[in-house]
C-alpha cells in the first residue's frame, strides 16, 4: 500500500507539475506520459479492485487489469479504468477512450470504450469482448 501512495504522489507531481507544462507543447506526450504512469500503478490498483470485489461477493470471472482512460475534445485528459474480459481480448486492450456526449440537452454521456491503442488522436479499434469494470480517480 505504501509503494501505491509513493506512486500516487509522483503521479500527482508530475500531471501537476512538469506535465502540465507538456500538455501546452503537445497533448500526445500528455497522453503518453499519463498512460505511463497509469501503467507504473496499474497491478497495485488492479490486486485492490479485485480484493475489494471478491470481499464483495462479485469477483469478476475474467481476467482483468488496469489501463489508462484518455480523453480528447475539450482537453486531453488522463485517468484509469479496470477493464475485464476473455484474457486475449483484455491483453488487446491498451487504453480506454473516453467520449462525452449530451442527449436532449439534459442527458450528459459519458461513453467509455476499450481501445487497442494508447494514443486515441491517431488510429485505434474497440476491443470487442472487453467492459469497463471499475473507473479510477484520483482526489487532488
Known sequence: MKKVVVVLTLFA???FGGLAYALDI???IGVIG???????IAEPLNDFINTVTINRGVAAENMT??????SAG???RIGAAQV????SAVDAT????????????RFRIEI???????????????????????VIDYKL
Not at 65 to 70: E, G, L, N, R
Open 13 to 15: 507531481a508530475i500531471a
Open 26 to 28: 503537445s497533448d500526445i
Open 34 to 40: 499519463g498512460g505511463f504512469l497509469v501503467e507504473t
Open 65 to 70: 487489469k488496469v489501463v489508462p482512460i484518455v
Open 74 to 76: 475539450q482537453g486531453t
Open 84 to 87: 475485464s474480459g476473455p484474457k
Open 94 to 105: 491498451k487504453a480506454v477512450a473516453r467520449i462525452d456526449a449530451v442527449f436532449k440537452d
Open 112 to 134: 467509455l470504450i476499450p481501445i487497442d491503442s494508447l494514443n486515441p488522436l491517431e488510429r485505434f479499434r474497440r476491443v470487442q469482448g472487453v467492459g469497463v469494470s471499475a
